[in-house]
Structure formats: C-alpha cells, structure tokens
C-alpha cells in the first residue's frame, strides 16, 4: 500500500509520504490531539511528528487550526447554497460585499452558469430571504436550501 501511495503522490511535496498523509489524517480528526498521540498515528516519533508538522505549517499545506461548530447549536439553523452570476466588472465589489456578511460561510470561484456559490447559515426564512434580497443587485440568483448532510467535509487523502 504504501507503494502506491508513493506512487500516487509524485506532484506531492516530499514531507507527504504515507507518514505525513497519516499525520494530516490524525491532526483532521482531532486537532487538539496531543503532539504524542498524532506521533502514534502516523508510526513517527514525538519530535519527528513534531518536526513534520512545523514543516507542513511552513510549506502552508497545514493553514490553521479550527473549531467544527455546530450551526444550529448556535442559533443558525437554516443553511443554503445560493448560486450567483455576477458580470465581470461587479465581481469585485460583489466580493468585497460578501467579505463583510457574517451569515457567509464560504464562497467559491466555479465554471459554468454560476459565477459563485455562496454558503451561508442564518437563524432562519426571514434572514434568509433578506440576505437575497440583498445578493439580488449583484446579478441572478439560485438558491438552495440544505436540508442534511450525508457526507461531511472530509480529511483528504493520497488519492485526493
């Protein structure tokens, strides 16, 4: 297995080897996880997981450290995908709007009809509507509301 692991990670920098992909696994699933323990996980000893780990914050393959809260534990309980085409000479400004909403949660550059999709979480319909509202000069909208999900964020691995 770890062959191919290897093998499928060429275009990959040389700290993520099996180790360090087990590594950025363990950290994944628990980031507060003593320096000890993310050894163990990854077959390394404390100063090399440690070592390991400054390197992949240097080269910026580790960026941060979150919490995963729970929207509706605190109050969100409603979230949606909104999908927006935005002319070329408003991305910007459309942007740097969205920049400044608390209730956005994510926003990603995509190909095809859609120059964005926009995840937010609000409290509830009526904030929901207003925040379109409030979307709508910056072009047309398309809206989906999250109803569960099934498959969450996952911790990526050697196969992507």
């Not at 995908?81 to 400044?100: A, M, W």
Request: with cysteine; hydrophobic share 45%.
């Amino acid at each position: 297995m770890d062959h191919l692991i290897s093998r499928q990670m060429s275009d990959q920098p040389k700290i993520l080897d099996a180790r360090g992909w087990k590594l950025l696994a363990a950290l994944q699933t628990d980031a507060r996880a003593p320096v000890k323990t993310l050894a163990a996980a990854a077959g390394l000893s404390v100063s090399a997981a440690a070592e390991r780990l400054r390197r992949l914050e240097e080269a910026g393959v580790i960026r941060g450290y979150r919490a995963d809260v729970d929207l509706g534990a605190v109050g969100l309980h409603v979230q949606a995908v909104i999908g927006i085409t935005v002319p070329q000479p408003d991305k910007q400004r459309f942007l740097d709007h969205l920049g400044g909403m608390a209730a956005v949660q994510e926003c990603l550059h995509v190909t095809g009809a859609d120059s964005y999709l926009v995840r937010v979480a609000v409290a509830g319909m009526a904030e929901l509507e207003r925040l379109i509202e409030d979307l709508n000069p910056y072009g047309e909208t398309r809206t989906s509301i999250v109803l569960s999900t099934p498959i969450p964020s996952r911790v990526p691995t050697p196969s992507g």
